[in-house]
């Protein structure tokens, strides 16, 4: 059975790229005896990762072997693009990727000289099958194809616009005002009549403008008028003579500001142009409510980080708001208004908060104005309050009653509406797709890290991994979210569909089955301008440069360099013998993602290294009954083996901290004595402390697989590296210090390019106008474009597919 639509949309499948114009006949034979080595190992299934390492080596033994030949170009690039290789009794199974968004999918006949080329499903079918599941025929299994309900929108036809939907978007719209002109004039005119503040109208007075001609004669008059006036005067006296045309408060707080969006909005209705949309929009006050929602972990703004589910996430939302509600103070004042921005971060309430604040209602956010930490507790099925702290994996059998009452909380804490609902993670996606729908307001998503690209095979084998992670409810979850939000905002764009040679990570929701439960064809429309990159920046308050010393205070400084390189005692294990040589720095959670572990075995394995080089390591805890689930304490006994075992106590540090104040100057520390970050997590959706480390002016070495990849340009401002193999993680920092011992001026020029980078392109400013003129955009779009019969199709879709996950989703 499948749960689609009679219209067909999937994967996009180019017919230019088969494998006789890829491979030469010579490079043919030889990819079977590829294969045939590979058959020699018990391995069944190889991701991309493994067959490049796997590949590189035997081509350079094939080379070596065979000059003659001239090469294997042509199966060299065939296997870097190759993203799965499946191998079973008869035949090697293979997904290709010829570029983003395109796939291939080829059958190799081990013992024939034959290849066919499969279908998406055929290739599904064969992964269940290496997984060690018996084959079902397509009727039995339940099949997920959301492609056929976007079949009304727009879709971006060139994958490299792909996460640029904003500015795709402002030209469709344009092209569609063009087009049908005087409904969209209709359209236009009443939405700017809808729009209010606290209840009262803010642009137009529908009272007296009642239709697209007499908003046009009205803008004639006004402009006619403004043009009279100074233009830098203050718009007070005027506001009686545009009230009387019919315009509110909220076109600007100058003459010169009201006139110029007055003008923008008469040309909008003469001439629509991408550009002008975009402007006018961008200037329209609104959004003043923004409700964010978080509900794991320990959200709050002391002693949380570090523990289990809390870091990098809280620290982002944290700066978001912040950076929010400065943006919108000054656009509320700028339009001419006198009200207030005001954002709630919805979070879960803990009773038993162990010396946290997360058991208190509500808590304003430290720097602000009017933002609040709003926290509403999880209930059981008595409606009993659940008192303890619970992992991100176990939430989601109280998300639906958590959703219903935050929705009455969010009702009475902003005296109405939110004007814009923003998800974070899985579950907070999940319970804004249900706000959201409720309030009919604006949803915009926000994944932070998706679990499935994060755990490899997750979705393949869920059911060995479901007693502790739950993956079936989350990747439903996932699914429901993506599809029901109006804006998805990720942080890079190989975020979303990857690169050439590499899948992204909303990608990898677009094809996989769960065998036993469903098979999804289309599980995620890529090629949809919901999708926008847009990074976040970093405090510049807390994290700056190692050369500023005039904002650094010494008596931090000498603390902390005291407890980072000397001091005994419990929040500390090792003593360096030479302290004074260059740290080689890294600072995380103890998971296994995070790969710390991987670092000190690279460390360890490297003579070499360790000559150059101490290891400095800051973890949350140093100390078992200091952790609090199974993954982190794992993880902490590893690392003291490690250390024991490749004797590593006199070249090690092993340090506590929970504090981000005390972090950020740990950074600079690092600076002072020309060390280096390396962030080794083996794979990081964005990397918050990559743009910590660069900010603070340190040399950063970062994970190749995820966000860093965008951040960092690699051998300019920073380094990425291959965190899968000790050897991998090694090398790099080898060659880096080497240079950088010899050639005096090579660490501070990566270090200064490692500052411009940030400066340039990750700020909360540009992230925060990014933001709002995208919530507005979708806004307008909305209400504009969007036919009741598009709204009930794509609802209609979402709704059945939720009455199917509901009872999974809260058992």
Not at 236 to 252: A, N, T, Y
Not at 447 to 454: D, N
Not at 617 to 623: G, L
Request: charged share 25%; with cysteine; hydrophobic share 35%.
């Amino acid at each position: 059975m499948a749960f689609t639509a009679t219209d067909s949309w999937s994967l996009e499948v180019n017919d230019s790229y088969s494998i006789a114009t890829l491979l030469k006949e010579a490079e043919v034979r030889c990819f079977r005896e590829f294969i045939y080595e590979l058959d020699r190992e018990p391995q069944r299934h190889f991701l991309r990762n493994d067959i490049v390492l796997k590949s590189e080596a035997y081509l350079r033994q094939k080379n070596k072997a065979h000059p003659e030949l001239g090469g294997f170009d042509g199966l060299e690039h065939f296997l870097s693009r190759t993203q799965e290789m499946l191998l079973l009794d008869q035949y090697a199974v293979l997904l290709y990727r010829a570029k983003v968004g395109q796939y291939q999918f080829y059958r190799f006949h081990k013992n024939e000289e034959t290849v066919d080329e499969l279908s998406p499903e055929e290739f599904l079918d064969y992964r269940e099958v290496v997984a060690g599941y018996p084959y079902e025929p397509a009727e039995k299994k339940l099949e997920i194809n959301f492609g056929p309900f976007y079949s009304l929108g727009p879709v971006i036809r060139d994958h490299r616009k792909i996460g640029s939907g904003q500015r795709f978007l402002n030209s469709f719209m344009a092209g569609k005002l063009q087009g049908e002109w005087s409904k969209w004039q209709t359209h236009l005119c009443d939405f700017l009549k809808i729009h209010s503040i606290n209840g009262e109208q803010i642009l137009v007075d529908g009272q007296i403008v009642q239709d697209p001609h007499q908003l046009f004669e009205a803008l004639q008059k006004a402009i006619s008028y403004l043009e009279r006036q100074p233009e830098n005067g203050p718009i007070q006296k005027e506001k009686s003579h545009l009230r009387g045309l019919g315009f509110c408060d909220g076109f600007g707080d100058t003459v010169g500001r009201v006139l110029k969006n007055l003008q923008l909005l008469a040309n909008l209705l003469e001439e629509p142009r991408a550009e002008n949309l975009e402007e006018f929009i961008n200037v329209i006050p609104m959004v003043s409510r923004v409700a964010i929602i978080s509900p794991h972990g320990w959200f709050g703004q002391e002693n949380v980080l570090g523990r289990p589910d809390t870091g990098g996430q809280v620290v982002y939302i944290l700066d978001q708001v912040k950076a929010l509600e400065k943006y919108l103070k000054t656009s509320l004042k700028n339009a001419g208004l006198k009200a207030q921005p005001k954002i709630i971060i919805v979070t879960r309430l803990i009773p038993e908060s162990e010396g946290t604040t997360c058991d208190h209602r509500l808590e304003k956010v430290h720097g602000t104005q009017n933002c609040w930490i709003l926290r509403v507790p999880f209930k059981d099925d008595q409606q009993g309050i659940v008192p303890h702290w619970m992992s991100r994996f176990r939430v989601w059998p109280y998300l639906e009653q958590f959703a219903l009452d935050a929705k009455n909380e969010l009702l009475t804490e902003f005296g109405g509406k939110p004007d814009l609902i923003v998800g974070n993670y899985s579950d907070g996606n999940l319970v804004a797709s249900l706000l959201a729908s409720w309030l009919q307001v604006i949803q915009c998503n926000i994944a932070h890290a998706l679990e499935k690209p994060k755990y490899l095979f997750s979705a393949l084998y869920w059911k060995d991994l479901e007693p502790d992670y739950n993956f079936s409810l989350q990747f439903t979850a996932d699914l429901i979210a993506m599809n029901k939000a109006d804006i998805i905002i990720s942080s890079t764009s190989q975020e979303i569909a990857g690169t050439d040679t590499s899948m992204g990570q909303y990608e990898s929701y677009r094809l996989f089955s769960m065998p036993g439960l469903y098979k999804v064809a289309n599980g995620v429309h890529l090629h949809h301008p919901k999708f926008n990159v847009v990074s976040p920046g970093v405090d510049d308050s807390l994290y700056f440069p190692f050369t500023q010393k005039n904002k650094r205070m010494e008596n931090q400084t000498s603390e902390l360099t005291e407890r980072l390189f000397q001091h005994a005692g419990p929040e500390a294990y090792g003593e360096l013998s030479d302290p004074d040589k260059p740290p080689i720095f890294t600072m995380a959670r103890l998971d296994k993602i995070k790969n710390l572990t991987g670092l000190v075995e690279a460390y360890g394995q490297s003579p070499q290294l360790q000559e150059m080089a101490n290891l400095i390591v800051v973890t949350r805890s140093i100390r078992e009954e200091g952790v609090e689930d199974d993954e982190e304490r794992h993880q902490l006994k590893r690392m003291y083996e490690l250390i024991a075992q490749y004797d590593l106590y006199s070249k090690i540090r092993w340090v506590e901290n929970s504090s981000r104040q005390n972090g950020a100057e740990m950074y600079r520390i690092m600076g002072d004595r020309q060390g280096v970050f390396v962030q080794p997590a083996l794979f990081e959706a964005f990397g918050l402390t990559v743009l910590e480390g660069m900010a603070s002016g340190l040399p950063v070495f970062a994970t190749q697989f995820g966000g860093p990849q965008e951040i960092i340009q690699d051998g300019r401002n920073g380094f990425l590296i291959n965190p899968t193999q000790p050897l991998l993680i090694s090398e790099p920092l080898v060659k880096f210090l080497a240079r950088a011992g010899s050639d005096s001026t090579y660490w501070k020029t990566i270090s200064g390019q490692a500052i411009s980078r940030v400066k340039e392109a990750y700020t909360w400013k540009l992230y925060s106008e990014k933001l709002l003129k995208f919530a507005k955009l979708y806004g307008f779009w909305n209400y504009s474009e969007l036919s009741e019969e598009k709204k009930n199709w794509i609802n209609t879709a979402i709704y059945y597919f939720t009455c199917f996950s509901r009872n999974a989703l809260t058992c």
